[in-house]
């Protein structure tokens, strides 16, 4: 039997499940023959582990076990998340063939429910990248038009999800990987509060900034990830010991009342003027629903992308030295001697934005450039956050676009390194506050989706799904599918 | 101290291996002598995706060295990343306290050879990790073993107070037993948990500023450290009275010829990128969390010297010497507290238990003497149970771990001290010997030997000689 | 603000701290891109930061510390297997040459 996961939430799935009408083994089937299908025009998976998906989801089916709505479930992780015995690469040549020895507590959760894991997608190499173009390995197409880029760097799980490859995949959100491209596929995608979800086996790219979160067709299945993948880790020492709540309790489509807070700035230069009007026109449909909506201002948004660029950078400087061709990975050959190993690995290893963001990270925290550079920016980060804190006083939400345009044409901005950090002006702040941050499908552009940001205080999801699965009901937008939908 | 018309000053910084249970941020075991990586996990070989979770244990101990020398504890700390490559430091940064120390404002008094007393202060002390092993092989490859990697450190930075090499030895030896006596390590040489890294440098007398600093690292020994500083001390000021100028640079400490070699020099401060380690929460420290260590922390070395000079009446030379390590001193603590004579226990442990110790070649832990066990003896010996004598072979006994009450039962090592049972046998040995009464009468002594001797083997050895001595004589006298 | 952040000496200073080689003409288009990120960085200095507190973290927690209780995950064989190079249960490198490192 083959099941059309466009026609399907996580809730019409696991309900099939327990009444027998599906069997994991199903859903396994379905999925891997969807990437049969369709991956040779998405390429959004790296490595797939047919044998080993189908043998646990007949184990799952044997169990009959079906008590977490994932359990059964098929699942993309990004090549970032450590697996035990799966290769994880981070869609680096620096980790070509790297088997981790564990499983990282995302991972970890979903097999303990069941879920069954299919693959890994993917990504910017080691999330670095707005567009799944710096992978070692393969290039992404967006699950709307394969000539434009799906968006980055969780690309390779966004377009898993929009092209009807899986019902949910994870991906990483250091400063918008997860949010930009869920607006690039017209998929909803979540960064959680800084905390929320445990970075243990996430490899890192900035400590402070990253998150693991969810890729989902609806705001109800993103609410219902994050209900098994969040919580206190012991493992991570910046996990927060705060309760889980259901993250669904507040999907009313009610909105009557909720004081959302629009920032001027974020309509300011470099939006494409079509995808403000959308967005805009959005936000109009939630004031519709009865929402209070006032301009406001976070007058330090312009100086997000140099705070976010040095800090990001410098931890990242320091993360990625581990990949030293010394204890796992890819070691260069013919080495004379240490500095050699070191120099020549990590050359070949690297590629460009990997090298270049080292380069910035290292520099920025050197002698003589550590107060300008780092310290300054961490300075500037405060400010940011007194932003936020200031409108989050009177206000529930804060809403605006996710990204200044559309998905672009694949290889337009590859080779322009200043214009693709600029483009993460409207994410990056929300990594830097450490807050939650949706994104969900506001309408289409040129026929290319258009995301809604909305962003919520520290902790408190609830009310950005509440605000997402407002607008999604009343617009219904997730019913238009991409073409490809058509190849099932 | 002087050498020609200069002055020396000498900085140390220490690392100390404190011996918790498990490695800083992983919990992989702390043990010496394990086969190679066998102590290692996946946050060991910093693994992609791993991350790092602080010992609060290592923390303690962080503290308690911090108190034992006088530090304040800080309040807030925040970890540090410093970076840098190198095989058996697998992430390429060091977790550290670079910021924010531990301690910070602490002193050691030290006594000099002269017998005056100089404090020492300390800068700052850190709690950090240290690396793993790196074993250079001949074959043009080197080996790594990451069992040590991780394993907690406190460094112990001092202000450059120290102006000689033998006050640098001075310091090493005092602050080794300050370590000592805070339990958090035995600081053996050997093993590597005690290393120091040294600055020194000298000026004309008077001069303001301090001279050029030469730095060597990781020297295991303190007759090294002290041999390192007197070579580089000449060595200077020949540059110097020479016309030539000390440069800034590392060298190494070359045993066989007592000298030092140029390693490298440096241009400008290493260049370490330290920055606020993000994988970690800071650490709050209260005053309650500080006095719950101070509880837990022992006693120094001298107030226990104090005590028992003050207490239990031991000379002072011996107060030092069951005061060289904690585990003298905590044992001998036990004895007396068991019920020992504190002399008594005092001249055991320094006598015979030393002398064992030295013959065996081992520690006194690894010993199967108890505290009770010697406090068992020695208060047979007090009751006239046993004799000093007799104690000789149940010393033997209880240093292979029997019970001394035991043992002189089963192999009847007991003193018979009961007038009425000495009486008997004295009755009838005199009743037996008549000729003997007579030469004691005409005054030969060598009659009470005789006579001594007769009663010993009719006791079978376990009269008590003392009191059957005076008790002869007595009723010779009534003959 | 200066016209150029960084020079070329300067770049190659950085990627040797990084390990990282490049030839003279990556260099040069390396020099010329981490300059103009650099001069976006150095708008930061227009915003007065005098009496600000620096964020490194967002995280609350404080303290969150672990028992002092060794626990051997036992991954050694699985670790030394994933070395590139390895000999008697170590890790081998090429030659570490005197007074690299620490």
């Known amino acids: 039997m083959t099941i059309n996961f466009f026609d399907n939430d996580l809730t019409s799935l696991h309900e099939q499940l327990i009444n027998k009408d599906i069997t994991a083994v199903d859903l396994a089937q379905s999925t891997l023959d969807n990437i049969d299908k369709t991956d040779d025009k998405l390429n959004a998976f790296i490595t797939t582990n047919p044998e080993e998906a189908l043998v646990q989801a007949k184990k799952i089916d044997e169990q009959s076990d079906f008590t977490n709505i994932l359990s059964g479930l098929p699942v993309a992780l990004k090549d970032n998340l450590a697996t035990n015995g799966i290769q994880t690469t981070g869609a680096s040549r620096i980790l070509e063939n790297f088997k981790p020895v564990y499983d990282a507590t995302v991972v970890d959760k979903l097999n303990t429910v069941g879920a069954i894991s299919v693959g890994k997608t993917n990504m910017d190499e080691f999330a670095m990248g707005g567009s799944t173009e710096t992978s070692y390995y393969k290039t992404t197409t967006n699950a709307w038009d394969q000539t434009k880029v799906p968006g980055g760097s969780s690309g390779g799980s966004a377009a898993a999800v929009a092209g009807g490859l899986v019902p949910f995949a994870l991906g990483s959100d250091t400063g918008g990987s997860i949010r930009q491209p869920a607006a690039f596929n017209g998929i909803v995608g979540l960064k959680p509060t800084y905390g929320r979800v445990s970075r243990w086996g996430l490899f890192a790219m900035a400590s402070s900034l990253d998150q693991v979160g969810p890729f989902t067709r609806t705001v109800k299945d993103n609410a219902l990830v994050l209900n098994t993948i969040a919580g206190f880790d012991a493992k991570d020492s910046t996990s927060s010991t705060r309760e889980v709540p259901d993250f669904t309790s507040k999907l009313t489509g009610d909105v009557k009342g909720l004081k959302i807070a629009v920032p001027k700035e974020y309509f300011g230069e470099g939006i494409d003027p079509k995808v403000a009007k959308t967005v805009k026109a959005a936000i109009a449909q939630l004031e519709a629903l009865g929402a209070i909506v006032d301009e406001v201002s976070l007058p330090h948004t312009k100086y997000g992308v140099a705070a976010y660029y040095i800090i990001m950078s410098s931890e990242a400087s320091s993360n990625l030295q581990r990949y030293d061709g010394v204890r796992y990975g890819f070691r260069a050959d013919d080495v004379k001697n240490l500095e050699d190993l070191y120099i020549k690995t990590r050359s070949e290893g690297f590629g460009d934005e990997v090298k270049r963001r080292i380069m910035l990270g290292t520099f920025s925290l050197s002698a003589g450039a550590y107060d300008a550079f780092f310290k300054k920016a961490a300075k500037i980060r405060t400010l940011l956050i007194e932003d936020f804190n200031k409108v989050f006083a009177d206000y529930d939400v804060i809403v605006g676009p996710t990204a200044p345009t559309v998905a672009y044409g694949l290889g337009e901005e590859i080779d322009d390194p200043t214009a693709m950090y600029l483009a993460d002006v409207l994410t990056i702040p929300v990594n830097l506050a450490g807050l939650p941050g949706l994104s969900v499908n506001a309408g289409f552009v040129d026929g290319l989706p258009v995301g809604l940001q909305i962003i919520g205080k520290p902790f408190d999801e609830a009310t950005v799904y509440q605000t997402g699965y407002a607008f999604e009901q009343a617009s219904r937008l997730f019913e238009q599918l991409p073409d490809i939908a058509k190849q099932y | ?479 | ?102």
């Open chain 3, 1 to 102: 603000m200066s016209e150029t952040t960084i020079s070329q000496q300067e770049v190659a200073h950085v990627a040797s701290l990084a390990k990282l080689a490049f030839n003279d003409s990556d260099l040069k288009q390396f020099t010329t891109q981490l300059d103009s990120i650099l001069n976006i960085f150095e708008t930061l200095g227009e915003v007065n930061t005098e009496d600000v507190e620096p964020t490194y973290s967002v995280t609350e927690n404080v303290n969150h510390l672990r028992e002092d209780v060794a626990d051997n995950w036992h991954q050694k064989q699985a670790l030394l297997k994933n070395a590139p190079l390895e000999a008697a249960d170590l890790i081998k490198v090429p030659a570490i040459l005197d007074g690299e490192g620490e």
């Open chain 2, 1 to 479: 101290m002087a050498t020609g018309n200069f002055e020396t000053t000498i900085g140390l910084e220490v690392h100390v291996e404190m011996q918790t249970n498990s490695k800083l941020m992983s919990p992989s075991p702390v043990h010496y002598g394990d086969k190679p990586n066998e102590n290692t996990n996946v946050i060991d070989f910093g693994y992609p995706g791993v991350l790092p979770v602080a010992n609060k244990g290592a923390i303690e101990f962080g503290m308690r060295a911090a108190l034992a020398l006088h530090a304040t504890v800080s309040p807030f700390i925040r970890w540090d990343r410093k970076n840098y490559f190198y095989p058996d430091n697998p992430k390429a940064y060091q977790t550290t306290q670079s910021q924010t120390p531990l301690g910070t404002n602490g002193y050691l008094d030290v006594t000099l050879p002269d017998g005056n007393v100089k404090r020492v202060r300390i800068k700052e002390m850190h709690v950090e990790e240290d690396a793993g092993k790196n074993t250079h092989g001949t074959d043009g490859y080197s080996y790594v073993d990451l069992n040590r990697q991780g394993t907690p450190l406190i460094e112990i930075v001092s202000e450059p107070d120290i102006a000689s090499p033998d006050e640098a030895y001075a310091y090493l030896e005092q602050l080794r037993q300050a370590i000592l006596f805070t339990g958090i390590s035995e600081a053996k040489m050997q093993e590597g948990q005690m290393r120091a890294d040294v600055n020194i440098s000298i000026r004309p007398f008077g001069s303001s500023e301090y001279g050029t600093k030469v730095e060597m690292k990781n020297i295991n020994s303190f007759n090294y450290v002290r041999n390192a500083l007197i070579f580089e001390e000449k060595r200077q000021a020949e540059v110097l009275r020479a016309g030539g100028i000390i440069q800034q640079e590392t060298r190494r400490y070359n045993e066989p010829t007592k000298s030092t070699i140029l390693m490298r020099v440096k241009e400008g401060a290493d260049d370490y990128r330290y920055f606020p380690e993000p994988d970690l929460a800071p650490i709050v420290i209260d005053q309650s969390w500080i006095n719950k260590v101070a509880n837990e922390l022992p006693k120094s070395a001298g107030e226990r010297q104090n005590e028992y000079v003050s207490d239990f009446g031991i000379a002072a030379y011996d107060a030092e010497v069951l005061t060289q390590t904690l585990a003298m001193s905590d044992f001998y603590d036990a004895t007396v507290a068991a019920g020992a004579d504190a002399k008594r226990a005092a001249n055991y442990l320094i006598g015979d238990v030393n002398a064992f110790m030295n013959k065996h070649q081992i520690e006194l832990q690894e010993t199967q003497l108890t505290p009770e066990h010697l406090a068992g003896m020695i208060k047979l010996i007090e009751a006239g149970t046993i004799s000093t004598k007799q104690a000789k072979q149940v010393f033997e006994a209880i240093m292979v771990g029997e019970d001394p009450e035991a043992f002189a039962k089963k192999n009847g090592l007991v003193q018979i001290s009961d007038p009425a049972i000495l009486l008997g046998w004295i009755t009838e040995v005199l009743d037996n010997n008549p000729q003997s009464i007579e030469d004691f009468k005409g005054g030969k002594d060598r009659a009470t030997g005789y006579l001594i001797g007769q009663l010993m083997k009719m006791s079978k050895g376990q009269a008590n000689p003392g009191i059957m001595n005076k008790m002869l004589l007595e009723e010779l006298a009534k003959r």
